[in-house]
């Protein structure tokens, strides 16, 4: 299976900081990579699909990037609503895998 | 609007079998493939499985491979979720979700989930 690591595994963050969450895949998947939120008590969203691509009605403050084996989630101004925990989830394989997790905190 | 809501969680004895169902509201059903991703109390996601659109083809992670069975019934719009041999470590919510038509590489609608707890 491939492997997902996400670095940290937890942040605290000020409103209007910007945070940038690493996701590492064992081995490469192109671009095969997913981001999402999940807040506190509620089902996922998704966020960032083929590692750039933000989906419909995300605010443009999140950003993704990277390919091969090293991903980047951007939130260039942190909102209070971004608390939650982030996960990178990939799509190379067609068993999928999912990261641990970022919980952020502001 | 679009809609998925699980059903059939509960409190189920380890080896017991326990079967989730998933109705889809709000969108041509047959046209998507389907997941089933679990969450351990207090832990991460795990894809569990995913079944084309036709229901022809599936995946399934490799903890559940053999013990779960992912299916569906397009002519009542539902996903199902057959669990044998049930262990502890099973434990948790269990979302559906809808494949990203967009590119298949994500999931883009989830339900609320439906909680399964395997405990003497």
């Known amino acids: 299976d491939i492997q997902m690591t996400q670095s940290p595994s937890s942040l605290s963050a000020s409103v209007g900081d910007r945070v940038t969450i690493t996701c590492r895949a064992s081995q490469s998947i192109s671009n095969y990579l997913t981001w999402y939120q999940q807040r506190p008590g509620k089902a996922p969203k998704l966020l960032i699909y083929l590692a750039s691509n933000l989906h419909s009605g995300v605010p443009s403050r999140f950003s993704g990037s990277g390919s091969g084996t090293d991903f980047t989630l951007t939130i260039t101004s942190l909102q209070p609503e971004d608390l939650g925990t982030y996960y990178c989830q990939q799509s190379f394989s067609s068993l999928w895998t999912v990261g641990q997790g970022t919980k952020v905190e502001i | 609007q679009v809609q998925l809501v699980e059903s059939g969680g509960g409190v189920v004895q380890p080896g017991r079998s326990l079967r989730l169902s998933c109705a889809a509201s709000g969108f041509t059903f047959s046209s998507y493939a389907m997941h089933w991703v679990r969450q351990a109390p207090g832990k991460g996601l795990e894809w569990v499985a995913v079944i084309s659109h036709d229901g022809s083809d599936s995946y399934y992670a490799d903890s559940v491979k053999g013990r779960f069975t992912i299916s569906r019934d397009n002519s009542k719009n539902t996903l199902y979720l057959q669990m044998d041999s049930l262990r502890a470590e099973d434990t948790g919510v269990f979302y559906c979700?809808?494949?990203?038509?967009?590119?298949?590489?994500?999931?883009?609608?989830w339900g609320q989930g439906t909680m399964v707890t395997v405990s003497s």
């Open positions: 979700a809808r494949d990203f038509a967009v590119t298949s590489d994500a999931v883009d609608i």
